[in-house]
């Protein structure tokens, strides 16, 4: 059974009570959010030792990490390093986008080392395995794309990014008012050109009611991908981007009726100004479902502070409604991450998740800030430490804990200065 056909029918899981004890709510509101669709919890049936996290409506917003290797640098000892650095700099969940080397070892290896749920995107692992046997992305099959989405499901992992809404509608908007950047989604780009080649519509989306079987026998959560995602300011907004929002509305409605959860990922690049209306279109076209935005990136020249970006426009679309924050580390658009990128990349999106949550009501969001502001009110510099957000970086700053003042001020501390007479 998955969590959504369980809560439909009134029964409340092991995972809905974990989730509901993190989170500081009732069980029963978990179970009827997930059963309204606003809630996922991405729960592979075969996994074991799992964190779970909910992600959607009323929840604190999630922080995803993506690691994985490319075709130039494959070094599994490398990305476990990015594993462990997204761990311990507090991302709620971890997905794998190898395109290099033996993605199923490599894949295995990380589910063993992890107990955060784990996302991929099966299309990278069947084009890989396309050209190695066959050569050429064009002669992808069908069973190709099922084969690896059920090989992926059985060995545990608990949501799949499918970029099931890049359609030949959607081809035909793009060729005629052209992009900027065109596609810049991996997976977009890769079934946009089987299909220009295959003269076919998208397989993902022919097939995908047999998807739909093979997610509701794991009860692996769709997270349908923004294959037609602006790369670049001037793109946002565009036709291609909300045609393709139509289409995952219509699709992620199918998923529930399948007893499939689903969630829905959005952009990318976007100014300011547009996230709101982009939050709240993609709630109404999708009825509700759980939004997973990378960023979205305020500003096209940030390069090397591109995490920065991200958390500005994450925080502001986190506050307008998204439940899920695909962080951005400061070498997006110019390499392969670091393990010391992946934790500056978790940590400042976890700064826009919480000041988002902090804007939306979470109570445990503004109880941290308020046992954070009393600790600085009385100069309990180890206490402050311990409740900062990047712990590490804080005691580095600031080393001494003997002292009452820091090298700012030192004895014209204001605080220090008239704390007896406010006592």
């Not at 299309?123 to 066959?134: E, P």
């Not at 005629?176 to 977009?188: E, F, N, Q």
Request: with cysteine; hydrophobic share 40%.
């Amino acid at each position: 059974m998955t969590q959504l056909t369980e809560a439909r029918k009134g029964r409340i899981t092991k995972e809905m009570r974990y989730v509901a004890r993190q989170e500081g709510l009732k069980p029963e509101v978990i179970r009827r959010r997930i059963a309204k669709g606003e809630i996922v919890i991405p729960a592979n049936t075969g996994r074991k030792r799992i964190k779970w996290c909910g992600i959607g409506k009323g929840l604190r917003v999630k922080v995803n990490a993506n690691i994985g290797t490319s075709p130039q640098k494959v070094n599994t000892k490398n990305e476990l390093a990015k594993l462990k650095a997204a761990q311990e700099a507090g991302a709620d969940t971890v997905m794998d986008l190898s395109i290099g080397g033996d993605l199923k070892k490599i894949r295995r290896r990380i589910i063993s080392e992890t107990n955060l749920p784990l996302g991929t995107v099966p299309i990278y692992q069947v084009i890989i395995n396309t050209v190695k046997k066959k050569k050429f992305i064009a002669k992808m099959t069908k069973g190709d794309i099922l084969g690896v989405i059920e090989e992926q499901a059985r060995d545990g992992v608990d949501f799949m990014t499918l970029h099931a809404g890049v359609t030949q509608r959607t081809l035909e908007i793009l060729k005629k008012k052209k992009r900027m950047t065109g596609i810049v989604s991996r997976g977009g780009a890769f079934l946009a050109e089987w299909m220009i080649f295959n003269e076919r519509e998208n397989p993902l989306y022919e097939e995908y009611d047999e998807v739909l079987e093979i997610a509701k026998k794991y009860d692996v959560t769709l997270s349908l991908g923004d294959g037609l995602r602006p790369g670049s300011l001037a793109d946002a907004s565009d036709e291609a981007q909300i045609e393709e929002l139509v289409t995952l509305g219509k699709l992620a409605k199918r998923a529930r009726r399948a007893g499939v959860q689903v969630m829905i990922e959005g952009p990318g690049h976007m100014p300011l100004d547009q996230i709101e209306a982009n939050v709240e279109l993609e709630k109404r076209l999708c009825q509700g479902a759980p939004y997973y935005v990378l960023g979205p990136l305020t500003t096209d020249v940030a390069s090397g502070y591109d995490h920065i970006a991200g958390a500005i426009g994450g925080a502001l679309a986190a506050w307008k409604g998204a439940d899920f924050l695909c962080y951005v580390t400061p070498a997006e658009h110019l390499r392969l991450p670091t393990a010391r990128d992946v934790w500056e990349g978790v940590i400042v999106t976890r700064i826009a998740a919480h000041s988002a949550d902090i804007a939306k009501g979470i109570k445990r969001a503004r109880n941290w800030d308020d046992e954070m502001s009393r600790a600085r009110g009385d100069l309990r510099w180890r206490k402050m430490i311990n409740l900062a957000l990047d712990t590490k970086k804080a005691k580095r700053y600031h080393p001494s804990l003997k002292e009452d003042t820091c090298t700012m001020c030192g004895e014209y501390c204001a605080i220090k200065r008239v704390k007896e007479y406010f006592r």
